[in-house]
């Protein structure tokens, strides 16, 4: 079993930033973060791997920067010029020889 607590979100304006963090209660495979909006599905914002190996939704590249700490089993994902449409309700996952979902985190962009 993998528990995951997340921290960060809130409410930012338009062009604001957030820094978003997931622990781990063990070392894992990959992590990552997923997005769930009003009427969407849930949808991947960015993953990191053990290695390092990063992959991001286009619609957030150039605007988010995820990392990861292997020592404290941890991830961040900066996010900078924040935009109305990234309003969601935020998801770590990680994978373990099975997938663990985080609570969930709400981030709402507006002025």
């Known amino acids: 079993q993998v528990q995951l607590v997340e921290s960060g979100g809130g409410l930012v304006q338009p062009g604001g930033s957030l820094r978003l963090s997931c622990t781990a209660s063990?070392?894992?495979?990959?992590m990552g973060w997923y997005r769930q909006g009003p009427g969407n599905q849930r949808e991947l914002v960015a993953s990191i791997s053990s290695g390092g190996v990063t992959r991001y939704a286009d619609s957030v590249k150039g605007r988010c920067t995820i990392s990861r700490d292997n020592a404290k089993n941890t991830i961040d994902l900066q996010m900078n010029n924040l935009k109305p449409e990234d309003t969601a309700v935020y998801y770590c996952?990680?994978?373990?020889?099975?997938?663990?979902w985080g609570q969930g985190t709400q981030v709402t962009i507006s002025s």
């Open positions: 063990r070392s894992v495979l990959s």
């Open positions: 996952r990680a994978y373990w020889y099975g997938e663990y």
